[in-house]
């Protein structure tokens, strides 16, 4: 179901920023030497330590962060390495708070996507430092967001700070290959040790940088609901040099230009009218009037589509989207096709309904003889409601560490495992304090890397957020 890291805020919607690879992410608030120290040795260890699918264990990489739980001195209770599978286990650690709120749940996957040696400039499997980054499969998605957590619980528990409530730190399998050892194992088995008033992930969103510096820092509110569909005409065939009138690829091809002429209506949610009400103040002109437009309520439906026609990304911020991404049919070069199949992907609005996303294309390829089926049913991921309280911690504590800066919720086009969680009724809100260039997202790609001085003013942004808590 996962198919990718939820990208963050696209900025560049009307202009292409320029990059800035070696601008200097301003600070104000320092990261002590000895939290670098261990933030990059936590850092290291998880990006040398292989946790992916095929080839890896997350188990290895939980039992080594466990070990430096327990050295540190918490309760062996209190460090859960929890599982079926024995490569791919969790790690489930619990900060005691003073029990003054409801406990709060930090999310990292462990595991990574496949990277080939041959394919990149460094080791994948090895930590380098180069040009002001570090480089490593995971560093951006997500082991950095992990080490980071790792370092602050354990500075917190050496500083005897105990938080006003408990922290339950859950780092977990199963995100990027689509299994249930991860999060819904935890759900299903082990819920107990999750239950939380709300989850930070902190697989997406942050601070975004512009000009050298964080401008917004996004915060990840909903997720659209993945759901495809295969379209299947069928024939009974015969010998290609017979053909007759009806064919069962051109059957197929007629409903699929239809459908290419078919939108889904225009909408807003709680996320996406917070996003360009953030959105439009680094805007002029018309977008800027459309995005403040699409704030509001009720809904304008003209300003709507000028925006959707802006780029891709708003596009699919605005609307339902459903597209053919497989297509296969056929049987030999010399007969006639006796099925031809599409399957179609399509990234739901949260809170609409999938048997009227379905009903909706079914009308637009207006064609009874074609089969509609679902390769899987849609997981719910209801929109968490933003937070007041959390949002307002976030943005002093961003403030003190960059600059002030609008804290703004997004919704992702793309699948964390927070849809589980929300599923089960927990609010997530998915971000951390890695600064990054919007413009330069490599998760899941060739050479990914992360700014070093973001991910070492991360592991104060956490130390600050986790005490504010
Ligand atoms: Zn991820």
């Known amino acids: 179901m996962k198919q990718q890291r939820p990208i963050g805020l696209r900025l560049a919607v009307t202009a292409a920023l320029a990059m800035l690879p070696l601008a200097n992410v301003a600070a104000t608030e320092r990261t002590p030497q000895a939290q670098r120290v261990l933030g990059r040795e936590l850092l290291q260890e ?18 080594s962060l466990a070990r430096r739980f327990l050295a540190a001195g918490f309760d062996p209770a209190d460090v859960l390495v929890v599982g079926d599978h024995p490569l791919k286990r969790n790690l489930v650690v619990r900060l005691r708070g003073r029990g003054e709120r409801e406990p709060i749940l930090l999310l990292a996957h462990l595991d990574v996507v496949e990277a080939r040696r041959e394919d990149w400039h460094f080791d994948p499997y090895k930590l380098t430092e180069s040009d002001g980054y570090f480089y490593g499969r995971g560093t951006s998605d997500i082991k950095g967001g992990a080490a980071g957590l790792v370092a602050t619980l354990l500075r917190l528990h050496a500083e005897k700070i105990v938080p006003r409530g408990d922290y339950v730190l859950a780092l977990t399998a199963g995100e990027e290959d689509g299994g249930d050892n991860g999060v819904q194992w935890l759900l299903a088995h082990r819920p107990e040790l999750v239950e939380a008033a709300y989850g930070i992930n902190v697989d997406g969103g942050g601070p975004e940088i512009r000009n050298g510096k ?3 820092l996004s915060v990840e509110t909903a997720e659209k609901v993945y759901l495809s569909f295969t379209l299947t005409a069928r024939n009974p065939g015969g010998h290609s040099s017979l053909p007759t009138p009806d064919n069962a690829i051109y059957r197929l091809a007629q409903g699929l230009s239809r459908l290419a002429s078919y939108q889904f209506p225009l909408r807003t949610n709680s996320a996406t009218r917070g996003y360009y009400k953030g959105l439009a103040s680094l805007y002029s002109g018309q977008v800027a009037e459309d995005m403040r437009a699409a704030a ?9 589509a000028r925006l959707a026609a802006t780029s891709t990304y708003n596009n699919a911020q605005l609307r339902t989207t ?37 009903a909706a294309l079914k009308q637009a390829v207006a064609d009874p003889a074609i089969e509609f089926a679902r390769v899987a049913e849609p997981m719910p991921s209801p929109p968490s409601p933003v937070n007041p309280e959390l949002f307002a911690r976030i943005a002093e504590v961003a403030k003190d560490m960059w600059s002030e800066i609008p804290v703004s919720p997004y919704m992702s086009a793309g699948a964390t495992d927070s849809v589980f969680l929300r599923a089960a009724g927990m609010p997530v809100y998915v ?11 490599r998760a899941h790609g060739q050479d990914e890397r992360m700014r070093v001085e ?7 942004f956490n130390y600050r957020l986790l005490q504010a808590l």
């Open 454 to 460: 973001s991910y070492y003013q991360s592991l104060q």
């Open 296 to 304: 509001t309520e009720p809904q304008d439906v003209v300003a709507l």
């Open 322 to 358: 459903c597209i053919p991404t497989l297509l296969k049919g056929g049987h030999a070069e010399n007969a006639l096709p006796q099925m031809a199949q599409a399957t179609v992907n399509c990234r739901v609005l949260p809170g609409e309904d999938p048997a009227a996303v379905e």
């Open 431 to 441: 971000f951390n304090g890695i600064a990054y260039d919007v413009d330069d997202d």
């Open 46 to 63: 998880l990006i040398e330590t292989d946790t992916t699918p095929d080839h890896g264990s997350t188990t290895a990489a939980a039992e």
């Open 214 to 216: 964080p401008a917004v």
